[in-house]
């Protein structure tokens, strides 16, 4: 895509540093591959600052407001360009864009290990979450309506209600001790 719409861009294979790294810590997957985004992310701002750019965020409403991004990783940004769109709402926006079809459809994988999807880890669709969190966040509707206007089981509803609980302190400043 960037190549398409002629934008400068520069591929860093992060494996010989992620490994490095690894070599001073204990082994933990899920924190190895919370890594792999720190290390992204701290390249991106070396170049911006190398630059005198800002680092735009990738992140949508849909992965803001359930945590799905690594803090100090892949949700470190100066910019939030498109965080006031649900994931659903993206796509529809890209087909309006011409993006191709293949990129749409594409499924959503921060790959911090291998085959690792974002729907595959949540255990539930974007469609879903993005109903749930409307219903909850934008319009202010109970657990039960929820559940009822999404047609989806109690569990499912429950777990995106915890995810957007469990992950506000990653959606906040650090706080004063």
Same mark, same amino acid.
């Given at each position: 895509?960037?190549?398409?719409?002629?934008?400068?861009?520069?591929?860093?294979?992060?494996?010989?540093?992620?490994?490095?790294?690894?070599?001073?810590?204990?082994?933990?997957?899920?924190?190895?591959?919370?890594?792999?985004?720190?290390?992204?992310?701290?390249?991106?701002?070396?170049?911006?600052?190398?630059?005198?750019?800002?680092?735009?965020?990738?992140?949508?409403?849909?992965?803001?407001?359930?945590?799905?991004?690594?803090?100090?990783?892949?949700?470190?940004?100066?910019?939030?360009?498109?965080? !006031? &769109?649900?994931? $659903?709402?993206?796509?529809?926006?890209?087909?309006?864009?011409? @993006?191709?079809?293949?990129?749409? =459809?594409? #499924?959503?994988?921060?790959?911090?290990?291998?085959?690792?999807?974002?729907?595959?880890?949540?255990?539930?669709?974007?469609?879903?979450?993005?109903?749930?969190?409307?219903?909850?966040?934008?319009?202010?509707? !109970? &657990?039960?309506? $929820?559940?009822?206007?999404?047609?989806?089981?109690?569990?499912? @509803?429950?777990?995106?209600?915890? =995810?957007? #609980?469990?992950?506000?302190?990653?959606?906040?400043?650090?706080?004063?001790?």
């Amino acid at each position: 895509m960037a190549k398409k719409l002629g934008i400068e861009y520069k591929i860093i294979d992060i494996n010989s540093i992620h490994s490095e790294f690894s070599k001073f810590l204990e082994h933990d997957n899920f924190a190895l591959g919370n890594l792999k985004a720190r290390i992204r992310a701290s390249i991106l701002y070396y170049y911006a600052t190398v630059n005198k750019y800002l680092v735009l965020g990738t992140s949508d409403k849909s992965e803001f407001l359930i945590g799905y991004f690594t803090k100090y990783g892949d949700g470190a940004a100066d910019l939030e360009p498109i965080i !006031s &769109l649900y994931k $659903t709402q993206l796509r529809e926006f890209a087909k309006i864009l011409d @993006v191709p079809s293949d990129v749409i =459809l594409k #499924k959503s994988s921060p790959q911090l290990w291998a085959n690792h999807t974002a729907e595959g880890e949540l255990g539930i669709s974007y469609e879903e979450v993005d109903s749930v969190l409307y219903c909850l966040i934008d319009k202010g509707v !109970s &657990l039960q309506e $929820t559940v009822k206007i999404t047609q989806l089981d109690e569990k499912s @509803v429950n777990k995106v209600y915890d =995810l957007y #609980k469990k992950s506000e302190h990653k959606r906040d400043l650090p706080k004063a001790c």
